[in-house]
C-alpha cells in the first residue's frame, strides 16, 4: 500500500539536502511505529500525546499515506471524552497523565484542515467535524479576560492559573484552521473569530500575559509559525533572537542555556523562517536538521555538543520525523497544504484589543480593533 499511495502522490525534495526518496523513507519511518489502532506513539513502546499524534498524521498526509492518516484521526475520535477533551498522555493500553492541555485538545483542528487540503475532499472533515467543534468548544472555556487561554486542567480537573505563550499561539493558528472548516461545511462559529482575534491579539502585543517561559526556542519563534506575528514585526523577533537559540550548523536549541539541538523545534523554526518569507536563511536552517538524521529516515530527537551525542540517549521520535516532513513540504510546496503555516487559504483574522489596552498599558500597547493581514 506504501508503494502505491507513494506512486500516486507528489513527495516533498528540497534539492540539495533532501529527495522525495528521502521524505518518504521519514514518512515510513513515522508508519512503521504506528499501531493498528491507529495510535501513533512517539517509539516503539512508548506513550502518545494527541498533539503530536496529530503532527505525525499530517506528515503521513504529505507523503500520501492517506489510510494511515485517517486511522490516526479515527483514533483521536474515539478516545475524546464527552466534554470535548484527551487526556494529555496515552499508552497502548491505559492513560499515563489525566492532565487535559487546552493545545494538545486544539490542534485536532489544524491537523483535519490540513487533512482537507492534502486530499481535496471533504470527507473526513465532514465525518470529524462534530469531533473538531467539541475540542475547539472545550478549548474556550479556558480563554481569560485577557485573551489568553489558560494551559491546562490537572488531573484533578483544576484549571491553572497561568497561560504558556507557545500553547496559546498555536491555539491561535488551530482556531483559523477550525474557522476555515467551518467556512467550508457551512456552519456558523463566528465565536471562534471573536476568540481568536482576542488571542491573537495577546500574542501580539502582551507578553506579561504568559508565564515567563523566554528561555525555550518555542516561545521565540512560534507567534510567528501561528501567525499572530507577522511581517516586519515577525522578522524583528526572529532577529533579535537568533544567536540566542541558534547554533551555527547545527540547528536550533531547545533551551537556550544548553549547547542541545533538537531536530523538531529546528524544523518548525524553519517554518517559521518561511513564513516570514527568508527562504535561503530557512534552507540554511533546514540543511543543518540533516545532522540529526539516520540512515533509515528517521531523526535523533536531539544531540548534544560538542560531543555529538543523542539527547534523550538513543531517543527517535516520530514527531520528530513529522516536524521533517512538514518542513520539506512548506520549503518545495509540494503538497496542497504546504503553505499552512504561511497562512494561505485561512480566515486573516482580526486583532481584538480587550478594553484595557491603551497606549498606556503595561505592554506598551497600542494596537486598535484593525482587521489583521
Not at 503521513?60 to 484527551?86: F, I, P
Not at 527568508?278 to 544531540?303: C, N
Not at 487559504?345 to 482587521?371: K, Q, Y
Request: contains cysteine; proline residues 5%; charged residues 20%.
Amino acid at each position: 500500500m506504501t508503494t502505491d499511495q507513494a506512486r500516486s502522490t507528489s513527495i516533498p525534495q528540497v534539492p540539495g539536502i533532501l529527495s522525495a526518496s528521502d521524505v518518504m523513507a521519514t514518512a515510513c519511518s513515522i508508519a512503521e511505529v504506528q499501531l493498528p489502532n491507529g495510535m501513533i506513539p512517539w517509539f516503539p513502546g512508548g506513550h502518545c500525546d494527541p498533539w503530536n499524534h496529530v503532527e505525525a498524521a499530517m506528515a503521513l498526509s504529505v507523503c500520501g499515506l492517506h489510510d494511515e492518516a485517517e486511522r490516526a484521526y479515527g483514533w483521536l475520535a474515539e478516545h475524546q471524552m464527552a466534554d470535548g477533551s484527551w487526556f494529555n498522555y496515552y499508552l497502548a493500553h491505559g492513560v499515563k497523565d489525566p492532565r487535559l492541555d487546552t493545545n494538545v485538545c486544539a490542534y485536532v483542528a489544524a491537523g483535519l484542515w490540513h487533512h482537507h487540503l492534502v486530499t481535496g475532499t471533504d470527507d473526513l472533515l465532514r465525518r470529524m467535524w462534530p469531533t473538531m467543534e467539541q475540542a475547539l468548544d472545550f478549548v474556550l472555556r479556558w480563554q481569560q479576560p485577557d485573551g489568553s487561554i489558560r494551559w491546562s486542567l490537572d488531573g484533578s480537573g483544576r484549571p491553572e492559573s497561568y497561560a504558556l505563550l507557545t500553547g496559546s499561539s498555536s491555539i491561535y493558528h488551530s482556531l483559523r484552521c477550525g474557522v476555515a472548516a467551518a467556512e467550508r461545511l457551512g456552519k456558523d462559529r463566528p465565536d471562534w473569530e471573536l476568540a481568536a482575534g482576542r488571542l491573537g491579539h495577546a500574542v501580539a502585543h502582551h507578553p506579561s500575559a504568559f508565564a515567563p517561559k523566554a528561555e525555550f526556542a518555542m516561545d521565540w519563534y512560534y507567534p510567528m509559525l501561528s501567525g499572530a506575528v507577522d511581517g516586519a514585526a515577525g522578522r524583528d523577533r526572529m532577529a533579535r533572537q537568533w544567536d540566542t537559540f541558534v547554533m551555527g550548523g547545527h540547528g536550533v536549541r531547545c533551551v537556550a542555556t544548553n549547547d542541545w539541538v533538537t531536530a523538531a523545534e529546528t524544523a518548525e523554526c524553519v517554518m517559521a523562517l518561511d513564513a516570514l518569507g527568508l527562504d535561503q536563511t530557512a534552507r540554511e536552517l533546514f540543511a543543518a536538521a540533516q545532522e540529526l538524521r539516520l540512515p533509515d529516515g528517521s531523526y535523533w530527537t536531539g544531540l548534544v555538543y560538542p560531543d555529538t551525542v543523542s539527547f534523550p540517549t538513543g531517543e527517535r521520535t516520530t514527531y520528530t520525523a513529522a516536524a521533517i516532513v512538514l518542513a520539506a513540504d512548506a520549503l518545495s510546496s509540494t503538497s496542497r497544504a504546504a503553505g499552512l503555516f504561511r497562512g494561505e487559504g485561512l480566515w486573516a483574522g482580526l486583532d481584538l484589543a480587550e478594553s484595557h489596552c491603551s497606549p498606556a498599558a503595561s505592554d506598551g500597547c497600542t494596537a486598535g480593533r484593525t482587521a489583521r493581514g
